[in-house]
């Protein structure tokens, strides 16, 4: 039968009560599942919460303890480069004040060195007959290569001081920007251990982990402090001993001088006594030259006069016999006066030739006594100049002496006398 009023329908399936239970069930399931899952989630990201948060301060807190060591590890480290730092300044310091006495000294050779070349050049001008190879000569030469050897150490010890003190001012420098380094590495590493979480100049970075360019590993770090220290150690012991070396070659230099000084002195004044007493010795040789000249003078003159004494007597002679000889022939006897005036006659001429030979070796003996005469006059005169040149050396090295050492106190020394000299 038909329905009085139309029924509509939609175009779905129609599903059974049992298929609708069933999908209240799976619903109130599915719901019950979620809220689980739901809880398991709240209940982890808890616990997560709670990790990260407690990982976060732990780490915090020990990287800044790490910043603590690592800052106390560089103050460490700073405060050895400084006190090295001092230790090379000071020995610097001592260096160039030991440097600065021996270019002192070695300025100071200078005078000696011009007075033992003023001295050799003085000598110099002593005539040939004088210009010997003395002890004084040798001693003099024996000076000048002293100094010239003196010179030469100073002048090496000073260069050594001057490259050692360019290579401690080359580790002072790289000390001081190492220690700046630092400063400026503590000063950055106590800024970042201030920051926190609620700092205001904290913010995101681009690739914060990167690793900086030219960085070196920690045992490269410490290895180039040590590296640093140990040549500024080994620097300073070189400089210590270079210090050492300066003030032995100044002292040996001092004494060698001295000592050499004191010889010359002594030499030259014994040289200057020989060349007196000769020259004394040749002035009382002329002298008696000159006396003996005078008595030979005399005696010429003395012979002359004989030689002359004799001419009448000669004549008288020669005269008797010449005039006995016009006799009558049978008067002309060999009797008495004849043999006796031949007899005159030839002690006459033997007298005569003896006075006349020795007249000739009169002469002879006054010409050899003048020409000697002359060489010892010329001689004394070359005695002379040596002795006024070896005087002058006395003037010329009147500055090597030092200011408290008089005359009286040399002649004391020259003479070893002071074993001698009684004392208040």
């Given at each position: 039968m038909d329905a009085s009023i139309p029924v509509y329908e939609k175009p779905h399936s129609r599903l059974s009560v049992l298929d609708w239970t069933r999908n209240v069930q799976r619903l109130q399931n599915d719901a019950r599942l979620r809220r689980f899952e739901s809880y398991e989630l709240r209940q982890r990201a808890n616990q997560l919460r709670n990790e990260t948060s407690v990982t976060t301060r732990w780490d915090n807190y020990v990287n800044n303890?790490?910043?603590?060591?690592?800052?106390?590890?560089?103050e460490s480290w700073r405060e050895n480069q400084r006190f090295t730092r001092e230790q090379v300044r000071d020995e610097s310091r001592a260096?160039?004040?030991e440097k600065n006495a021996t270019e002192l000294q070695l300025e100071s050779l200078q005078v000696p060195l011009m007075v033992s070349s003023q001295c050799l050049t003085n000598r110099?001008?002593?005539l040939p007959p004088e210009l010997t190879r003395d002890t004084l000569g040798e001693e003099l030469n024996k000076e000048l290569h002293i100094l010239e050897n003196s010179k030469r150490v100073l002048t090496d010890v000073c260069h050594m001081g001057w490259e050692k003190l360019k290579e401690l001012t080359?580790?002072?420098?790289r000390l001081e920007r190492e220690i700046q380094n630092k400063d400026d590495a503590l000063g950055i590493d106590r800024h970042v251990k201030e920051l926190d979480r609620y700092s205001s100049d904290i913010s995101f970075k681009i690739d914060p982990t990167r690793v900086p360019p030219e960085s070196i590993t920690e045992e490269s770090y410490v290895h180039c402090i040590e590296n640093t220290i140990k040549i500024a150690e080994q620097l300073m012991r070189e400089s210590k001993s270079l210090r050492e070396t300066m003030f032995r070659s100044r002292e040996q230099v001092k004494n060698q001088l001295y000592a050499q000084c004191q010889a010359v002195e002594m030499v030259m004044r014994r040289r200057v006594f020989d060349i007196q007493r000769a020259r004394n010795e040749m002035e009382w040789q002329k002298l008696k030259l000159e006396q003996n000249l005078a008595k030979v003078e005399r005696e010429i003159e003395s012979l002359r006069a004989a030689v002359a004494d004799k001419i009448n007597p000669t004549k008288l002679v020669e005269t008797r016999l010449v005039t006995r000889t016009r006799r009558p022939v049978l008067e002309r006897v060999q009797d008495k006066p004849t043999r006796g005036l031949i007899e005159e006659?030839?002690?006459?001429h033997t007298s005569t030739s003896t006075l006349e030979k020795k007249l000739e070796d009169a002469l002879s003996t006054y010409?050899?006594?003048?020409?000697?005469y002359l060489r010892v006059t010329k001689d004394l005169q070359y005695k002379n100049?040596?002795?006024e040149t070896d005087r002058r050396l006395v003037e010329i090295r009147k500055p090597l002496h030092?200011?408290?050492d008089t005359e009286f106190q040399r002649n004391i020394g020259y003479c070893h006398m002071s074993d001698e000299l009684v004392t208040d």
């Open positions: 303890e790490l910043l603590r060591d690592r800052t106390f590890e560089v260096l160039q004040e110099d001008q002593r080359n580790v002072f420098c006659y030839e002690r006459v010409h050899g006594m003048h020409i000697h100049q040596a002795l030092r200011s408290d």
